[in-house]
């Protein structure tokens, strides 16, 4: 199987992934589901999520000011008992995540990203709340670059003291969970709007043609296990990126290593 088709199925999978969680939750709660998800890296991922079901969308999208929603959020993480009391005196529900050590560099810590996430949600909310905004984005977006405006505004990174998303982090957001998410949206039976159709096909567009993100340990273990056995496509943007992550993934989920004769779809 080409790499690309790979990674268009990987992208829809994830479509699908969202959608049920639209269903259960609703759009802003599931793709804020997604996008805290995606501060954490593998590692912290549930950690993350926990967060944003600790603190869900209604509740963060209720602060007026993003500093007493990052007090909150850093309440609701456990990671400092006693400290950072939530504005208002807002009850917790639930335990505390349960976080995986160490953070690495300083910008990946869980109090960084919070931060960074937290001047985002008042904008969001301003748009319509973070399903919109993310639709209006992909609307807007002339090439895929345009779509990280709605994670790094402008008016955030030229504003002294604002902690603001990476730019290698906002892509791994646009391509795992804005562009899968916009899609699960539209393919919604229940949503007919005029603009569904440009939104399919949109999304589909841009995660075709996205730049590759940055290397991982996912991409640099699945080039040096299938590279053993296959010649490795150039990896020309983030789907042929996406599909070789999935590939590697599947020739581990069907017991074949590296050196054996086949590779599943290959």
């Known amino acids: 199987m080409p790499v690309g088709v790979a990674g ?19 759009a802003d709660q599931a793709i804020w589901l997604g996008v805290m998800g995606a501060l954490g890296y593998p590692r912290n991922k549930r950690a993350f999520r926990k967060l ?3 603190v869900d969308w209604q509740m963060a999208s209720s602060y007026g000011d993003s500093a007493e929603l990052a007090r909150l959020l850093m309440r609701a993480d456990g990671l400092r008992e006693g400290k950072g009391e939530g504005a208002y005196g807002t009850e917790l529900t639930g335990s505390a995540p349960q976080w995986v050590r160490p953070w690495g560099r300083p910008a990946n810590a869980p109090a960084s990203r919070i931060k960074a996430i937290s001047a985002l949600v008042t904008i969001w909310k301003a748009s319509g709340g973070i399903a919109r905004a993310f639709e209006i984005a992909v609307t807007n ?42 899609l699960a949206m539209a393919t919604q039976e229940s949503v007919i709007r005029p603009d569904v159709t440009h939104l399919k096909n949109r999304s589909t567009e841009l995660f075709s043609t996205h730049p590759k993100l940055g290397e991982n340990s996912a991409t640099k273990e699945a080039v040096v296990a299938l590279g053993m056995d296959y010649e490795i496509p150039k990896i020309r943007n983030a789907r042929d ?15 074949i290593g590296p050196r054996q004769p086949r590779l599943p779809g290959v």
């Open 52 to 54: 944003a079901t600790r």
């Open 141 to 182: 977006a002339q090439k895929p670059r345009d779509l990280s405006t709605a994670l790094r505004p402008v008016e955030l990174i030229e504003t002294d003291g604002v902690t603001v998303l990476g730019a290698a982090r906002a892509a791994e957001i646009t391509v795992n969970v804005m562009l899968p998410a916009v």
């Open 241 to 255: 990126q996406q599909g070789l992550i999935s590939l590697y993934r599947e020739m581990f989920r069907h017991g």
């Open 8 to 26: 268009l199925e990987r992208f829809h999978s994830q479509a699908a992934g969202i959608a049920l969680d639209i269903e259960a939750f609703g």
